[in-house]
């Protein structure tokens, strides 16, 4: 079955700290892969998205990375903010697939001021 | 630069009342996508739809049912509104996935309860 897989659930980290949050997918046919943020009450908002063919995006503060012969993917955040807390979701669009675009559940971030 | 705009955005509901939920897309996307968020399942895709008069069942297809009829609308209807069916709804668009730099763009969801 293919699966999208975020680690850890949750994560609080003092203001500042750079920080890395984890996503793995468990075929790497692959179109894109692309990461959310999500406030809570609110809709998602696109941060980045990796083409099957790159290797990172970076915008700002945040990198991400992808690894798609070991089905993995990295969101680093820098020096980060208060204003960073939110959950944090990756969505692979898989090639074989009818539906193609599948969710991990997300990773809750707390930047502890 | 709307985007992606759901109606309504809240919505409280009677078991068995029936209601339509409205996505309205203006960026000319060939794809469009009615997700379920639900506490502790993430984003569950109830139907998709790939062009005008077209639509597919996604993961958790049941008690719902969509059209398309115009391609910048996405329409998903519950016929008989059931407590389980509560739940943050999100439709989403894009251009088809093969296409270079296409990503998925959300509305800000419909919050729906049924009592």
């Known amino acids: 079955k293919q699966e999208v897989t975020q680690i850890p659930a949750a994560l609080s980290v003092p203001e500042g700290e750079n920080l890395v949050l984890n996503c793995s997918f468990t075929?790497?046919?692959?179109?894109?892969l692309q990461w959310f943020r999500q406030d809570p009450g609110k809709g998602l908002t696109s941060l980045l998205l990796?083409?099957?063919?790159?290797r990172e995006q970076t915008s700002g503060r945040l990198n991400a990375s992808l690894d798609k012969s070991s089905g993995r993917s990295t969101l680093y955040i820098a020096a980060s903010q208060p204003g960073d807390s939110a959950t944090y979701l990756c969505?692979?669009?898989?090639?074989?697939?009818?539906?193609?675009?599948?969710f991990g559940k997300g990773t809750r971030l707390h930047i502890l001021p | 630069n709307a985007g992606v705009t759901q109606t309504p955005k809240f919505r409280v509901l009677k078991t068995g009342q029936s209601m339509t939920l409205l996505c309205a897309q203006d960026?000319?996307?060939?794809?469009m996508y009615w997700y379920r968020q639900d506490p502790g399942m993430g984003l569950r895709l109830i139907h998709y739809?790939?062009?005008?008069?077209?639509?597919a069942k996604g993961e958790v297809p049941d008690g719902y049912n969509v059209s398309r009829l115009k391609k910048q609308n996405f329409l998903l209807g519950l016929e008989s509104a059931a407590p389980s069916q509560t739940s943050v709804y999100f439709c989403?668009?894009?251009?088809?996935?093969?296409?270079?730099?296409?990503?998925?763009?959300f509305g800000q969801g419909t919050r729906l309860t049924v009592v």
């Open positions: 989403a668009s894009s251009y088809p996935w093969d296409r270079e730099n296409t990503e998925a763009f």
């Open positions: 075929d790497s046919a692959i179109y894109n």
């Open positions: 990796i083409q099957s063919s790159q």
């Open positions: 969505a692979v669009w898989y090639m074989n697939r009818d539906d193609k675009i599948i």
């Open positions: 960026m000319n996307h060939e794809y």
């Open positions: 739809s790939v062009g005008e008069g077209t639509t």
